[in-house]
């Protein structure tokens, strides 16, 4: 069974920094792409980052560009999103997801098939 | 920016059908995807490359996409369909490709 576990969440000051990991099972981890989608309260997913399984081929959205960090570490079955200069906006419940396809070299074209149960961000002063 | 459009929110009875669409230019020319959002809880994939379903998903929900318009179709709907559904694409116009969601459709059973 697939299984994704966001951590790292929490209430942090605008400018500040946090790191987010999910740690994933069930599956291959080094065969997939995986990736980053955030829910701000009460709206709609917006993708954050992806990276593909060999961290070749990374993406990022325009919103995050810069400040945000995508990273994984295929050695522990992990996924992290550093995210540096927060900002109000930036409030969200984060979620991890998979990729769908099996063994590409790039962090794009695919469905995301499997999501964690996410890790909340709180960006206040 | 490649932009998607979906209703805002549909209504159904039980036993009827549900059609959510999802407009895009030329979206006909892409793969779309839908996730179906409950309360409280994570997307889950209903439906992928326009018209296929991934193991578990009831053969009640099916896609379409054509022109510009996009379609989930939930046939013989049920109390536990009402959630949020979101269409999402890729958008590889750019060197740098990124995912596009719809802004999400609210389906209500009646």
């Known amino acids: 069974e697939v299984q994704l576990v966001e951590s790292g969440g929490g209430l942090v000051q605008p400018g500040r920094s946090l790191r987010l990991s999910c740690a994933a099972s069930g599956f291959t981890f080094d065969d997939y792409a995986m990736h980053w989608v955030r829910q701000a309260p009460g709206k709609g997913l917006e993708w954050v980052s992806g990276i593909s399984w060999n961290s070749g081929s990374i993406g990022y959205a325009d919103s995050v560009k810069g400040r945000f960090t995508i990273s994984r570490d295929n050695a522990k079955n992990s996924l992290y999103l550093q995210m540096n200069s927060l900002r109000a906006e930036d409030t969200a419940l984060y979620y991890c997801a998979k990729d769908m396809g099996y063994g590409s070299g790039s962090y794009y074209a695919r469905p995301l098939d499997y999501w964690g149960q996410g890790t909340l961000v709180t960006v206040s002063s | 920016s490649y932009v998607l459009t979906q209703p805002p929110s549909v209504s159904v009875a039980p036993g009827q059908t549900a059609r959510i669409t999802c407009g895009g230019n030329n979206i006909g020319s892409k793969s779309v995807h839908w996730y179906q959002q409950k309360p409280g809880q994570a997307p889950v994939l209903v439906v992928y490359?326009?018209?296929d379903r991934p193991s578990g998903i009831p053969e009640r929900f099916s896609g379409s996409n054509s022109g510009n318009t996009a379609t989930l179709t939930i046939s013989r709907v049920e109390a536990g369909d009402e959630a949020d559904y979101y269409c999402q694409v890729w958008d590889s116009s750019s060197d740098h490709p990124y995912v596009v969601f719809g802004g999400g459709t609210k389906l209500t059973v009646l």
């Open positions: 490359d326009d018209s």
